[in-house]
T-cell receptor, first 113, second 115 residues
Framework: GAGVSQSPSNKVTEKGKDVELRCDPI?????LYWYRQRLGQGLEFLIY????????KSGLPSDRFSAERTGESVSTLTIQRTQQEDSAVYLC???????????FGQGTRLTVV | AQSVTQLDSQVPVFEEAPVELRCNYS??????LFWYVQYPNQGLQLLLK??????LVKGINGFEAEFNKSQTSFHLRKPSVHISDTAEYFC?????????????FGQGTRLTINP
């Protein structure tokens, strides 16, 4: 597709369950970002992948959060033992490289009940 | 440490009035600056960007922003707003922040246009 694709678009999960969120970036984009947006708040940086370099994981809020990226393609964000405070929209973005425009997906709305 | 500060969380204005949304950043090295807009129930899209060159940058939908290095600001302006400009606006900085290359966003400014 032409844009960044995220799946699922909505996810409701029970507290304590693990969830996996998927992001398909735009083809050829070497940079990929994950952000969290809580209701009515700004974008909270989670993790950044740039090509084959080690990812910048400095924004991950706890060790329950992890992310992987296969080469310069798909990325998955995994949240283990979900908590209610994990409820948010998780946004993925990709760009051609550093300092260039980031294109955002529509996000995954995660609700932990 | 906050790298991007949007000074106003909400800005209500009347239709056809001018508007300025303020953004300040705190990085001391070269940065690249962006404004994104998020319309209700939609994803984020780029309004404009400053990478280098002219400090006055023009974007889509009649918006413009001015990069001021001495004041570390990148305020967004529009001379006459329309109802359709109602949205959340995010300022973002790309650069070396807290020892790593990042794209960091401000908390957002909710612009509400009243008829």
């Amino acid at each position: 597709g032409a844009g960044v694709s995220q799946s699922p678009s909505n996810k409701v999960t029970e507290k304590g369950k693990d969830v996996e969120l998927r992001c398909d970036p735009i083809s050829g984009h070497t940079a990929l970002y994950w952000y969290r947006q809580r209701l009515g708040q700004g974008l909270e940086f989670l993790i950044y992948f740039q090509g084959n370099s080690a990812p910048d994981k400095s924004g991950l809020p706890s060790d329950r959060f992890s992310a992987e990226r296969t080469g310069e393609s798909v990325s998955t964000l995994t949240i283990q033992r979900t908590q209610q405070e994990d409820s948010a929209v998780y946004l993925c973005a990709s760009s051609l490289g550093r300092h260039t425009e980031a294109f955002f997906g529509q996000g995954t709305r995660l609700t932990v009940v | 440490a906050q790298s991007v500060t949007q000074l106003d969380s909400q800005v209500p204005v009347f239709e056809e009035a001018p508007v300025e949304l303020r953004c300040n950043y705190s990085s001391s090295v070269s940065v690249y600056l962006f404004w994104y807009v998020q319309y209700p129930n939609q994803g984020l899209q780029l309004l404009l960007k400053y990478l280098s060159g002219s400090t006055l940058v023009k974007g889509i939908n009649g918006f413009e922003a001015e990069f001021n290095k001495s004041q570390t600001s990148f305020h967004l302006r529009k001379p006459s707003v329309h109802i359709s400009d109602t949205a959340e606006y995010f300022c973002a900085v790309s650069g070396l922040i807290q020892g790593a290359q990042k794209l960091v966003f401000g908390q957002g400014t909710r612009l509400t246009i009243n008829p």
